[in-house]
Each structure stands twice: as structure tokens, then as C-alpha cells.
């Protein structure tokens, strides 16, 4: 692995969830088994609670959280707030709710990672941590129903930078997506950078382009996109602003530059989040991502009798114009993170054309990952004894240890 982690390394870790009653996501519940047997990591499960007696009985570094808070007012510029006028939350509480959100960032990182300020106040074993290599937070719907939600907590430490300054990013998956958190951890530990998550929200053909927008699309989008977005999880570090050469780039975070990361935070705005179903409010990220940038599009599915699949899609994002980003951004929700993403066609079977990548697709959540690194996956998934079930990497490209030969040699997706 690049990141000069080895499997043997990464055993022992675990996988931190914090949340108690799963949502409608089937990955949201942790399948232990999979992590144990494939994965050799431990997983374990603390109650939402815990944030709430944390906060309460003020658990964390009182200090930083002024640090925080200073740093948010200053680089975190509010956006947007698109709730009717008479649900809207006042000055007041959109206030509490930064307070609020900044206080979770902070317990979710010292659950993970443990804290040694924590010591000075008399918690000894809450500054221990859970030792854990990625984490996911399981909002919906009794959290969001009454706290602010957690798309800051975790759009800031998916990011690789804070009000600490530049620094590796963490692995904390929305909704407690456990297997998006896992190819977040494999494509962090192969590329060292930060990892986009999203929701394969919607497949926008050229046609309904042209129908909706009046403009036809070109260059690399001309055959059709795929609106990747979420509610406000995704790293900063996909908001294309980081440069080399020019171009735009996602780099290990000891290559940002302080500029870069100000340029990630000034090319975001912080929507209230929408009190329609996140009752308790919040703060959404929201921004269009920039360039043309290689990425990787990955999810491992569980499948019944069979166990885990990797699925992958090497391709670009796109920049399509302002204009027609508007119009199509406002089908869903406008306050989100954008990445318009279109995968490498082959012109066969799944990757015939981009309505058939996202129809074979296992899960409405995704993965980007900086470069084309889907030949990396596969040789990572074949030696995690993974099969890959989808990809559209060139043959050449492709290692697998000689065992796999036992599984078939014709046909080796």
C-alpha cells in the first residue's frame, strides 16, 4: 500500500460507529463478520448518547473548542438558508447550532483518536480513544430529529485540514455507511488523500439536458452525467481548489498548501441545513466541485451467500457550466456538495454508457477517490480475497495473485 500501511498493520484497528437504532441503508448495520474475516478489524458500537454526555458534562478540550469556534467565524461563511420563513431558525439558534456542531467534531475525534487533554480534566478513559482507523455516524432520524446533524462534523475531519492546520484526514462515513467508510480507508491508504463521499443521486442523459437547460453538453460530458451529492459530507479537499500544474488535484495533505486549504474553505458555504427532515438543524456544506480530475468511483456490497463485491468505476469529474449546474442542482437539494462524475465508457455490458454504470450500481452511495487507482483496488481486493464484480480497468493495468486462478481464468471480473 502506498501509504507504507500493511494489511498486517491495519488488523487490530477498528471501526468506530457511533449510533444506536440503524436507518433504511442496509450497510448502516455493522456486519461484523465482514470486518473480522475480511478485513481482520474490530468493530464497536457506542451509543449517541455518549455525544450528548460529553457535551453536557463538557468532555472536551474546553480550549480548542474556543479555538474552533474563532477559526469557524472567521474561514466558515455561512450560505444560503432555503426553509420557509416561518420554521426558519432565528439568530440565536443558528448560533447554538455552531456551537454545537464544533463541540461533535471534536468528541467524534477523541472517540476515534483518543485525547490527552482529556487527562487534565479527569476522563482517563475517554482520552484513550477506540484506536480507530475509520468511523461512521448514524444521524438519521432520532439524532437530526432533535440535535443539529452531523454534516460538519464530518465534511471538516474527512478534510485534511481544520482549525489545527493542515493534517491527515480522518475516515468518518455518513449515516454509518460501513461499507462506503471502508472504501474511504482503502483509498485513503492507496492515494493519502482525502476521499469524496456521495450518493449516485441522479443520471442526467444529454437529452434531458438540452430539454431542462436548453444547453447541450460537451467535452467529457457529452454522453450523459451522474449528479454525485450528498448532504454536506464530502471532504472540502474535492472542491477542486488545491492546484498543480494548473490543473486541478487532490493531494496528500504535507503537499497543501495553507492557501489551498483557505481556497477549499473560501470556495464553501455552510447552508442551514433543511428543516424539513433535519428538524434539529445544522450546517450543510455546499460547493460545486472544479476541473477535471481522474477519480475512482468504488462500493463494496454485501451480497446474501456470497459475501462482499467490489464495484468500480474509473472516470472524471466534469466542470460543466454555472448556468446548467443551477438549473439541474436544483432538482434535488441545492444546499449539498456537488461532483458531476462521468466514468470511462468501454462500450460493453456495464460501461456500454453512463445510464448503464449507474443502473448495475449496488447502492445509491459511492466513493471518489483521487486518479485512476482501480488497478490498485483490484490487486488490494484480491489479496483482502474480494472478488471485483464491476470495473472498467484496462487489462494491461490489472495484477492478481496467480491463487485467483482457482476462482476461473476466463472470465476474471
Not at 440565536?92 to 468528541?107: G, Y
Not at 474535492?238 to 489551498?260: A, L, Y
Not at 483496488?377 to 486462478?405: D, G, K, Q, Y
Request: aromatic residues 10%.
Amino acid at each position: 500500500v502506498k501509504a507504507g500501511l500493511t494489511v498486517a498493520e491495519i488488523r487490530g484497528k477498528s471501526y468506530l460507529s457511533i449510533g444506536s437504532v440503524s436507518m433504511g441503508i442496509a450497510s448502516s448495520m455493522i456486519q461484523e463478520d465482514f470486518f473480522e474475516d475480511y478485513l481482520g478489524m474490530r468493530c464497536e458500537a457506542g451509543d449517541r448518547s455518549e455525544l450528548i454526555r460529553r457535551m453536557e458534562e463538557e468532555i472536551y478540550d474546553r480550549e480548542e473548542f474556543e479555538l474552533a469556534l474563532n477559526w469557524v467565524k472567521k474561514y466558515c461563511r455561512e450560505g444560503e438558508d432555503i426553509n420557509r420563513d416561518e420554521i426558519r431558525h432565528d439568530r440565536e439558534q443558528k448560533d447554538k447550532n455552531w456551537e454545537t456542531v464544533v463541540k461533535m467534531t471534536l468528541i467524534i475525534r477523541d472517540l476515534m483518536t483518543g485525547n490527552e487533554k482529556l487527562n487534565d480534566l479527569g476522563f482517563e478513559e475517554e482520552a484513550l480513544g477506540h484506536n480507530a482507523i475509520a468511523s461512521g455516524f448514524q444521524g438519521q432520524r432520532q439524532w437530526t430529529d432533535h440535535f443539529p446533524n452531523g454534516d460538519f462534523s464530518e465534511a471538516i475531519l474527512n478534510s485534511s485540514f481544520d482549525w489545527n492546520g493542515i493534517r491527515e484526514p480522518y475516515i468518518v462515513s455518513t449515516e454509518n455507511d460501513t461499507l462506503n467508510a471502508v472504501c474511504m480507508l482503502l483509498g485513503h491508504l492507496m492515494t493519502n488523500t482525502a476521499q469524496i463521499f456521495g450518493d449516485i443521486r441522479t443520471y442526467w442523459s444529454p437529452e434531458s439536458v438540452k430539454r431542462v437547460t436548453g444547453k447541450t453538453l460537451s467535452g467529457k460530458a457529452k454522453n450523459g452525467i451522474i449528479h454525485f451529492l450528498n448532504s454536506g459530507s464530502a471532504t472540502l479537499d474535492g472542491t477542486g481548489r488545491q492546484r498543480k500544474d494548473g490543473e486541478s488535484v487532490m493531494k496528500p495533505f504535507w503537499e497543501i498548501t495553507p492557501k489551498e486549504a483557505e481556497a477549499c474553505l473560501e470556495a464553501t458555504r455552510w447552508c442551514p441545513a433543511n428543516l424539513e427532515y433535519f428538524r434539529g438543524g445544522g450546517y450543510s456544506s455546499q460547493f460545486k466541485t472544479v476541473g477535471e480530475m481522474p477519480v475512482t468511483m468504488t462500493r463494496i456490497n454485501l451480497i446474501k451467500g456470497q459475501g462482499p463485491v467490489l464495484q468500480i468505476a474509473e472516470g472524471y469529474t466534469v466542470d460543466i457550466p454555472d448556468d446548467v449546474h443551477d438549473i439541474l442542482n436544483r432538482r434535488t437539494d441545492p444546499i449539498w456538495p456537488t461532483t458531476w462524475f462521468v466514468p470511462n465508457l468501454t462500450g460493453e455490458n456495464a460501461f456500454k454508457d453512463v445510464y448503464s454504470v449507474m443502473n448495475n450500481w449496488g447502492s445509491n452511495h459511492g466513493v471518489l477517490s483521487y486518479e485512476h487507482v482501480g488497478d490498485l483496488f483490484i490487486t488490494l481486493a484480491s489479496m483482502l480475497r474480494i472478488p471485483v464484480s464491476m470495473h472498467n480497468v484496462p487489462e494491461e493495468r490489472i495484477f492478481r495473485p496467480s491463487a485467483w486462478a482457482a476462482f476461473g481464468t476466463k472470465d476474471l471480473e
